[in-house]
């Protein structure tokens, strides 16, 4: 399967394509969204519209390169921290690049300018996806992700409920109270 696929959406074999791609390349990647839950959970619950990954910052200049060979461009955003690169047929990545501090936390500069902090133990989730082992945030950090930082739609509040029920992680109070009022819960 080619990354210039035309199909709309980031389908399983796409993001192990380009999974592979990048670690072939030496690329560290973990996945964080809706294809980070699916591969704690180690099944897709639901389509993709796209990926979003967590690199170093320092591997951005590779990424941009090697995902420019397969015609992506940086659709939104801005490089090096927060962007989205697309192919023009469907396929989008939302890159969120991370400085470690010394203590393991990747330090996100977001679009707003505000720094988010990942901590440390949230990079040591592990997934599967089509088979392929994958890094991704741990459930706990992927709750604290989605319970701060932006609304959360739908889709976010049957992941939530997914992680909470497959892992035990408690819901922060205000996605139990989105949750409630939502009627998802």
Same mark, same amino acid.
């Given at each position: 399967?080619?990354?210039?696929?035309?199909?709309?959406?980031?389908?399983?074999?796409?993001?192990?394509?380009?999974?592979? %791609?990048? =670690?072939?390349?030496?690329?560290?990647?973990?996945?964080? !969204?809706?294809?980070?839950?699916?591969?704690?959970?180690?099944?897709?619950?639901?389509?993709?519209?796209?990926?979003?990954?967590?690199?170093?910052?320092?591997?951005?200049?590779?990424?941009?390169?090697?995902?420019?060979?397969?015609?992506?461009?940086?659709?939104?955003?801005?490089?090096?921290?927060?962007?989205?690169?697309?192919?023009?047929? !469907?396929?989008?990545?939302?890159?969120?690049?991370?400085?470690?501090?010394?203590?393991?936390?990747?330090?996100?500069?977001?679009?707003?300018?505000?720094?988010?902090?990942?901590?440390?133990?949230?990079?040591? #989730?592990? !997934?599967?996806?089509?088979?392929?082992?994958?890094?991704?945030?741990?459930?706990?950090?992927?709750?604290?992700?989605?319970?701060? !930082?932006?609304?959360?739609? =739908?889709?976010?509040?049957?992941?939530?409920?997914?992680?909470?029920?497959?892992? #035990?992680?408690?819901?922060?109070?205000?996605?139990?109270?989105?949750?409630?009022?939502?009627? %998802?819960?």
């Amino acid at each position: 399967m080619n990354l210039k696929e035309t199909k709309p959406e980031m389908t399983s074999s796409s993001l192990v394509e380009l999974l592979r %791609l990048l =670690e072939s390349n030496t690329i560290l990647v973990w996945l964080d !969204g809706g294809w980070g839950v699916d591969a704690l959970l180690q099944i897709q619950t639901r389509t993709h519209k796209d990926a979003d990954i967590i690199i170093s910052v320092s591997d951005v200049p590779k990424l941009q390169e090697l995902l420019g060979m397969e015609g992506f461009s940086v659709q939104e955003g801005e490089p090096p921290n927060s962007f989205v690169l697309a192919n023009g047929v !469907g396929l989008e990545v939302d890159v969120h690049a991370v400085n470690f501090d010394n203590g393991g936390n990747g330090v996100y500069r977001m679009q707003n300018g505000e720094d988010w902090i990942y901590p440390a133990e949230g990079f040591n #989730g592990r !997934g599967i996806v089509r088979g392929m082992s994958v890094k991704c945030l741990s459930p706990t950090a992927q709750v604290l992700c989605h319970a701060h !930082g932006y609304i959360p739609v =739908e889709n976010d509040f049957c992941d939530m409920e997914l992680l909470a029920e497959q892992f #035990g992680v408690e819901l922060p109070p205000q996605l139990r109270r989105i949750l409630l009022e939502s009627g %998802l819960s």
